[in-house]
C-alpha cells in the first residue's frame, strides 16, 4: 500500500477501517441469523439473501476504498468491487436456472475475491499490523469458493450451504477489528 504516512493518518485509517469491520461482522451474523430462520421455509426470502450478500460486499468495498488515505493504492479494492458488483448480476441470472448455478457463481466470487482480501492482508499487516485474520480469512474464502463449486450439484445444496462461510467471515471481521485496537492506542 501507497501511502504518504502523515501524522495521525495510521490510526484515522485503521479507526475507519475497524468501524468498517464491526459493521461488515455485524451484517454477516443478521445475514446469517436470516438465512437460518427463514431461507429454508421461504424462497423468496433465499433468493434475495442470496443476492444482497455480493451486492453487500460491493457496498462494504466501497467503504474500504473511503477509509483509505487518497494517496493509498487502491486498485484491489477497485477490482473486488466490479467482481462483487458482477457477481450480484450473476447470482441474479444464475438463480433463474437454479441453485447449483447460483453456488457457482458465488463460490467463483468466493475464490476471487478471498485473493484480493488475501493480498490486501498481506499489504496492510506492515502499516497496521494484526492482518493476520483477513489473510487467514481470504485463504479460506477461496478454499470455500472451490467447496461451493465442487457440491453445487450435490442434493440439499442451497443457501444455508453460505451460512458457515458467512460466519467466519464475520469472526475474522471481528477479530481484525479488535487487532486494530493496537495499532489505534500505538498511534494514540
Not at 441474479?92 to 447449483?100: D, E, S, V
Amino acid at each position: 500500500m501507497t501511502t504518504t504516512n502523515q501524522p495521525g493518518q495510521t490510526m484515522q485509517t485503521a479507526r475507519s477501517l475497524q468501524r468498517l469491520y464491526f459493521i461488515r461482522a455485524g451484517f454477516s451474523i443478521l445475514w446469517v441469523v436470516l438465512v437460518s430462520a427463514l431461507a429454508k421455509t421461504n424462497t423468496g426470502i433465499a433468493t434475495v439473501l442470496f443476492i444482497i450478500y455480493p451486492a453487500w460486499d460491493a457496498l462494504a468495498t466501497y467503504f474500504d476504498i473511503q477509509a483509505n488515505p487518497p494517496a493509498a493504492n487502491k486498485i484491489p479494492q477497485y477490482v473486488n468491487a466490479l467482481i462483487s458488483i458482477a457477481t450480484t448480476a450473476g447470482v441474479t441470472l444464475a438463480l433463474q436456472k437454479g441453485i447449483p448455478e447460483a453456488l457457482i457463481v458465488f463460490g467463483a466470487w468466493a475464490i476471487l475475491t478471498g485473493l484480493i482480501q488475501l493480498i490486501l492482508g498481506l499489504r496492510r499487516r506492515k502499516q497496521f499490523g494484526g492482518q493476520w485474520p483477513m489473510m487467514i480469512s481470504g485463504a479460506q474464502s477461496m478454499l470455500a469458493g472451490g467447496a461451493f463449486i465442487a457440491m453445487a450439484h450435490q442434493p440439499n445444496q442451497g443457501i444455508t450451504t453460505l451460512a458457515g462461510y458467512a460466519a467466519f467471515g464475520a469472526f475474522y471481521f471481528l477479530l481484525t477489528a479488535f487487532r486494530l485496537s493496537k495499532t489505534i492506542k500505538a498511534e494514540a
